[in-house]
């Protein structure tokens, strides 16, 4: 996951930008890490992202950047960094913040996630490993955070420095069973657990409210932010679309942007892939109502819903949350 854009944003405004740029509150503790989104003037996603707020500090680059109020670390999917970066600039010129935006995307590697039941005691191992083994080991961002909704950590990590914490990950890690996980497993276990993934779930043309990242939107405080008025106001008339999962008992392959089905009309699926927790097809979709009005929850639940794929269509359960641990546990730990 070293593609990951790594943004630092500093400045005498700083804070101000942030409160503006990102839907969440990310003014928490020094250290701490909050998932947000930034939007548009329409209300539209224009990306989801971690905001790491840093203690004031003299310049560590890349971890640390010199800073003597507000500063905040950003991390962004690879492959819409440069769109961000423009975003954000846009912004800024916009509203005549003074902040700097400093990229260090080139100078820090990542590895993604060290997930699992046993990855808060493998990182305190591999933590004492590398604190007596290595005289010589670079400082390491650690941030609590999962995309596969399991415990775990990321590790953001100096570019000369990657190797050797990947090797001491995976040897602290051997007695647990550790072992390498690609792109494809991320893909399958995020769209299990129900998280967002921009460009396929996520648009400019969506919303946090359409796309159930209500939670990510700091409405219920007086700080405003970009496209707060938009979602007032959709909040107000009622959603017209809205995500759904859908899961098919059918083992049948699906990749995503197949038709959804309701009672019959079709309604919307924007990503697919296949569940090996549930052991079904799982994709997730926005529907709307053919007549022009406002998909609740009961919406949903009254409907009989199909998959179609190449020509077949394949009966669906719709889920209003994700069909895998509902209620949260297993990225808190609480396994069992």
Request: glycine letters at 10%; a neutral charge.
């Given at each position: 996951?070293?593609?990951?854009?790594?943004?630092?944003?500093?400045?005498?405004?700083?804070?101000?930008?942030?409160?503006?740029?990102?839907?969440?509150?990310?003014?928490?503790?020094?250290?701490?890490?909050?998932?947000?989104?930034?939007?548009?003037?329409?209300?539209?996603?224009?990306?989801?992202?971690?905001?790491?707020?840093?203690?004031?500090?003299?310049?560590?680059?890349?971890?640390?950047?010199?800073?003597?109020?507000?500063?905040?670390?950003?991390?962004?999917?690879?492959?819409?960094?440069?769109?961000?970066?423009?975003?954000?600039?846009?912004?800024?010129?916009?509203?005549?913040?003074?902040?700097?935006?400093?990229?260090?995307?080139?100078?820090?590697?990542?590895?993604?996630?060290?997930?699992?039941?046993?990855?808060?005691?493998?990182?305190?191992?591999?933590?004492?490993?590398?604190?007596?083994?290595?005289?010589?080991?670079?400082?390491?961002?650690?941030?609590?955070?999962?995309?596969?909704?399991?415990?775990?950590?990321?590790?953001?990590?100096?570019?000369?420095?990657?190797?050797?914490?990947?090797?001491?990950?995976?040897?602290?890690?051997?007695?647990?069973?550790?072992?390498?996980?690609?792109?494809?497993?991320?893909?399958s276990l995020s769209i299990e657990k129900g998280y967002r993934h921009w460009h396929a779930d996520l648009h400019p043309d969506d919303t946090p409210l359409e796309a159930g990242l209500a939670f990510t939107c700091k409405m219920k405080t007086s700080i405003p932010f970009l496209g707060w008025k938009a979602l007032e106001a959709q909040k107000a008339e009622g959603l017209r679309r809205r995500i759904v999962c859908f899961t098919v008992d059918e083992k049948v392959p699906m990749f995503g942007?197949?038709?959804?089905?309701?009672?019959?009309?079709?309604?919307?699926?924007?990503?697919?892939?296949?569940?090996?927790?549930?052991?079904?097809?799982?994709?997730?979709?926005?529907?709307?109502?053919?007549?022009?009005?406002?998909?609740?929850?009961?919406?949903?639940?009254?409907?009989?819903?199909?998959?179609?794929?190449?020509?077949?269509?394949?009966?669906?359960?719709?889920?209003?949350?994700?069909?895998?641990?509902?209620?949260?546990?297993?990225?808190?730990?609480?396994?069992?």
């Amino acid at each position: 996951m070293s593609y990951f854009g790594k943004f630092y944003l500093t400045g005498p405004d700083a804070k101000k930008a942030a409160d503006w740029l990102f839907t969440a509150d990310v003014n928490k503790a020094p250290g701490s890490t909050v998932y947000t989104c930034m939007l548009n003037k329409r209300g539209g996603v224009e990306s989801d992202l971690t905001v790491s707020r840093l203690e004031p500090s003299p310049a560590h680059l890349p971890l640390t950047p010199e800073s003597n109020s507000e500063a905040y670390y950003l991390a962004i999917g690879g492959g819409v960094a440069q769109h961000n970066w423009s975003h954000i600039q846009a912004v800024l010129q916009d509203q005549g913040f003074r902040c700097t935006v400093i990229e260090h995307t080139e100078d820090m590697g990542m590895i993604s996630s060290i997930q699992g039941h046993k990855s808060r005691v493998l990182k305190q191992t591999t933590v004492h490993s590398c604190t007596h083994t290595l005289s010589n080991f670079s400082s390491v961002r650690a941030m609590r955070l999962s995309f596969v909704g399991e415990m775990g950590w990321e590790l953001h990590i100096p570019k000369e420095s990657c190797l050797p914490v990947y090797h001491a990950v995976m040897v602290a890690g051997a007695k647990y069973g550790i072992c390498n996980a690609g792109y494809r497993a991320i893909d399958s276990l995020s769209i299990e657990k129900g998280y967002r993934h921009w460009h396929a779930d996520l648009h400019p043309d969506d919303t946090p409210l359409e796309a159930g990242l209500a939670f990510t939107c700091k409405m219920k405080t007086s700080i405003p932010f970009l496209g707060w008025k938009a979602l007032e106001a959709q909040k107000a008339e009622g959603l017209r679309r809205r995500i759904v999962c859908f899961t098919v008992d059918e083992k049948v392959p699906m990749f995503g942007l197949e038709t959804i089905f309701r009672n019959s009309v079709p309604v919307g699926l924007r990503r697919s892939e296949f569940g090996f927790a549930i052991d079904k097809t799982i994709g997730y979709g926005y529907i709307c109502n053919p007549d022009g009005g406002v998909v609740s929850p009961d919406f949903v639940r009254s409907g009989e819903f199909a998959l179609e794929r190449m020509g077949v269509t394949y009966k669906a359960t719709a889920h209003l949350k994700s069909p895998f641990d509902p209620e949260n546990k297993r990225v808190k730990g609480i396994y069992g």
